[in-house]
């Protein structure tokens, strides 16, 4: 696996204060909400962080799924590169830009699952079965990012521009091509 | 503990899954060339649990980078809904809070 940041190092400043401050803000204490948004306008770098994760998780899953198919690894590289234009636009702004990484990296690790439990190499009924709860595990995730965007998108529109209408429909086409495109490489 | 010593003769048994006796299998060449590739069988068996293992350890580790990024950003969502003056009741859709 290649080198990327540590994961017990990536962690929000002070996240129990983080949380504190969310309960409150929840049930609808004004300081609480205050104190929310100071702690979030004074931590710009965790988007940084979680950027650098991002893109870590990327690069492994990358290697991971084309191995050493030089080809399909390209493929990979400018198939998550139209998908970010596309989902992202060109005018972004810091939020929108992680949960657009987030939907990329969830999607790599659903085709990651499903490239691993399309495979005919089967060893025994706890391998499927693994199989299949990573598969089932890795699509909920994905189906939570992009709900989570879409929820961003909705409700928070400063700052956040879907690039173009019907950019999901388009995403989802793309996904197909490339189920097409690696289903040629392992044939 | 498949050879079994009786006198000067040694037998061979096989195990069977899921039960408490044993099957006899013989002994001499036939019985040793059994026990042979069961040995075989029984190493190909121990290698492959061990490669699905190593395999699942080593899927575990990238899921884990990905579940911790899912998190993070999760949590960074949701703290800027709230603080943006939205709320979710029990899970539900995310909703502006009512003006007191």
């Known amino acids: 696996m290649t080198n990327g940041p540590d994961l017990q190092a990536v962690q929000l400043p002070n996240e129990q204060e983080l949380r504190r401050l969310m309960a409150l803000a929840d049930a609808g204490d004004e300081e609480g909400l205050a104190g929310l948004r100071q702690l979030l306008d004074s931590h710009p770098e965790i988007y940084e962080q979680i950027g650098d994760l991002a893109a870590h998780a990327e690069r492994v899953l990358i290697a991971v799924i084309a191995g050493p198919n030089q080809l ?14 596309e989902l992202a636009g060109p ?14 990296a969830c999607w790599l690790q659903l085709q990651h699952a499903d490239t691993v439990a399309a495979n ?8 499927l079965n693994f199989r299949l709860k990573r598969q089932e595990n890795a699509n909920r995730r994905y189906l939570g990012a ?6 961003l998108r909705r409700l928070l529109p400063n700052g956040v521009a ?3 209408q019907g950019a999901s429909l388009k995403v989802f086409a793309s996904c197909v091509e490339l189920d097409r495109v690696v289903a040629v490489q392992g044939t | 503990m498949p050879w079994i010593t009786r006198g000067k003769q040694q037998y061979y048994y096989r195990r069977i899954p899921g039960h408490a006796n044993k099957a006899y299998v013989g002994r001499g060449p036939a019985a040793e060339l059994a026990a042979q590739c069961d040995g075989a069988r029984r190493a190909e068996r121990l290698e492959t649990t061990r490669r699905s293992r190593a395999d699942h350890a080593r899927h575990r580790k990238l899921d884990l980078i990905v579940a911790k990024l899912d998190r993070l950003c999760n949590l960074m969502a949701q703290a800027n809904l709230l603080a943006a003056g939205y709320h979710r009741h029990d899970r539900g859709p995310w909703r502006r809070r009512r003006q007191r």
């Not at chain 1, 399909?72 to 234009?85: A, I, P």
């Not at chain 1, 005018?91 to 990329?104: D, G, I, Q």
């Not at chain 1, 992009?146 to 929820?151: G, H, I, T, Y």
């Open chain 1, 72 to 85: 399909l690894r390209e493929s990979l590289v400018r198939k998550l590169g139209d998908m970010r234009t």
């Open chain 1, 91 to 104: 005018a972004t702004n810091l939020l929108e830009r992680m949960a657009v990484e987030r939907v990329l």
């Open chain 1, 120 to 127: 005919p190499e089967s060893n025994g009924l706890p391998t």
């Open chain 1, 162 to 164: 879907p690039s173009q």
């Open chain 1, 146 to 151: 992009v709900k989570s965007l879409m929820d």
